[in-house]
């Protein structure tokens, strides 16, 4: 299937109306000051997707993790690189994961996580009015996947007023 312009990337719930369900997206888009639902499903359908090739490879393996992990070399190297698993995790840990561990990884959190702003929502008005660089470049997509690598490139543009220590929006305590 080829992934045009027009295609979702995203899978919606399949029981819409369900209370427990709403309660949880309702808590981790406040948490992790997403804008709306679309990008939670979005994080957990790229889980889907991360699961459902681990599955493929442990299957294809008939169980066996070490052959698994060989013929998946390329797909853990990447989860690795953009911080999901940790250098020691097996593939078996991608069965694990949960849809926190994807949204850890986005720009807007690490930002917020590194102390850039006060909170999720500053971080992400943050970014997408421009002043945050990633490795010297303006990024202001607030869902772009940071690598393990990006973590420590991540400031504000030095053109940017928040730049400035003193600047009243600037969260306590900031290096």
Known sequence: MATGNNTKRYET?????QGERIAQEGDLLGRYGLKNKEELWRAQSELRNYRREARRLIGDAQGDLEEAEAAGAEFLTRLRRYGVLSEGDDISRVLGLDVTD???RRLQTVAYRKGLASTPQQARQFIVHGHVVVDDARVTRPSKTIEVTEEDTIAFDETSPLADDLH?????GQE
Do not use: Q
């Open 13 to 17: 719930p399949n029981h819409p109306f």
């Open 102 to 104: 994807i949204l850890e």
């Open 168 to 172: 009243p929006e600037r969260a306590e």
